[in-house]
């Protein structure tokens, strides 16, 4: 299986490529698509080898350029059940976060997300938890990962690579999301994929980094990367 991480803005999109086909993982914001689909020709994907755009949850960074990259592919659209319509509460675009200037970002967002139109997800299909992804062409299975969001599903291929979502994030340290749903689902999540024993995790935002690294995940301060540089 080849890898191709695409970042668009401060949000990685992922094409796993099988012999049998590509899925796509987070599209990315609105205004992404262009430069998702640049770079998958560039890497010499042809639109019928993508056989499905996985949503990781319900959040506008990561799902936004999906009609347009749908538009090119025909790819049908999938997420967990129920994110759908999770992302058409405006208060669940930013959970509540870990740290004051978090808290603040989410307090102006609210204030000011009446304001900005917010197309919520359209997705064709619900992936349930335990998914066979073979007949996508990519052996793999999709996992429940809530924590950042309620319904976050993240993809355990056959290779034993872990594509999680905003589980964490990597911009200079492995490190919980700034904001979380729930916590406690957070914790006992990322147990979950710790015992998995991933060779390699892929995140949202920020570098993907070795499965080991997982015996430390830091705080959410250690995400703004200025504190721990």
Known sequence: MEIERIAVRETNCYLLRGPQGCIL?????????????AAATQAGVEPQEVRLILITHGHLDHYGAAAVVKAWCGAPVTAHPGEDEFSRNRRNALPPAGTL???????????????????????DMALEPD??????????????????????IGLI???GDAFVGDLFVNYAVPSQPLYLSDRAAWRSSAEQIRRLDPRRVYVGHGEPFPGAQLAKIRPARYQLRWWVR
């Not at 007949?135 to 990962?145: H, M």
């Open 131 to 152: 998914t066979d992804l073979s007949s996508y062409g990519l052996g793999g299975q999709i996992v429940p990962i809530p924590g950042h969001s309620p319904g976050s």
């Open 101 to 123: 200037r978090g808290s603040i970002v989410r307090w102006l967002f609210l204030l000011l997300s009446p304001l900005m139109p917010i197309r919520p997800l359209e997705m």
């Open 25 to 37: 993982i987070d599209p990315g914001p609105p205004g992404c698509g262009a430069r998702v689909i």
């Open 157 to 159: 291929t056959a290779e």
